[in-house]
């Protein structure tokens, strides 16, 4: 009888471990980490991953002068997130600034798109450790109804600081600058046009002058 060798021992062991892998596997699904640091994108289809990095590239360009094409910085990505309806109560942008640094380290001021689904996956999982992907499946639906970059707020934030600058009679100049007097307030028609001095007062005499108080002339 030929000696038992390794190989042996590796065959009659086999079943045991075809038997306890099936179980690994079930855990890592459910603890959203089936070999995989962004976790398993099989549920997205072509068209929702090409919906979804068309959203990334209108957050990424919003009021982004140095947008290439495929970045996002993370104030984009809180944007995006608070829109969509992803930060409240669970994650919050504690939790993003901790998982965007995880995914391209503390130097880095911008996020690709391929790494951006990393980051979502580890933001599922800051979210819910237990279930992962199923919470990644809820945070990507939830990006998928809000694909463009809200402008409300900015617009009224720019119209108040233009009605503030135009209504600041401190800064008019010329005839306009007539029409106020030092507090601001308007002078009526005497802004508006040249009125007559009708009081008598001539430049110089003490009578009928009108910085003089009744009284001053005897003094």
Do not use: C, H
Request: overall charge positive; glycine content about 10%.
């Amino acid at each position: 009888m030929a000696p038992y060798t390794a190989a042996d021992y590796a065959i009659a062991t086999t079943p045991l471990l075809f038997y306890a892998r099936p179980v690994e596997i079930i855990m890592a699904k459910q603890n959203g980490s089936a070999g995989s640091e962004s976790g398993d994108w099989g549920f997205l289809s072509d068209m929702d991953n090409k919906a979804l990095n068309e959203g990334f590239k209108n957050y990424g360009k919003f009021g982004d002068r140095n947008f290439t094409g495929n970045n996002m910085t993370l104030k984009n990505v809180d944007k995006w997130l608070k829109e969509a309806g992803v930060i409240g109560k669970t994650i919050t942008t504690t939790d993003t600034s901790i998982a965007f640094k995880q995914v391209v380290g503390n130097n880095e001021k911008v996020i690709t798109y391929e790494k951006f689904k990393t980051f979502l996956f580890k933001l599922a999982q800051r979210a819910n450790k237990d279930a992962g992907q199923d919470e990644l499946t809820k945070l990507v639906d939830k990006l998928q109804t809000k694909l463009e970059p809200s402008l409300s707020g900015t617009t009224s934030t720019v119209q108040a600081n233009v009605i503030d600058r135009l209504t600041d009679t401190s800064k008019y100049t010329g005839s306009s600058k007539e029409r106020f007097d030092a507090e601001g307030k308007g002078r009526g028609k005497e802004g508006r046009e040249d009125v007559p001095n009708k009081s008598g007062y001539v430049t110089g005499s003490k009578i009928g002058d009108p910085t003089k108080k009744p009284g001053d002339e005897k003094n």
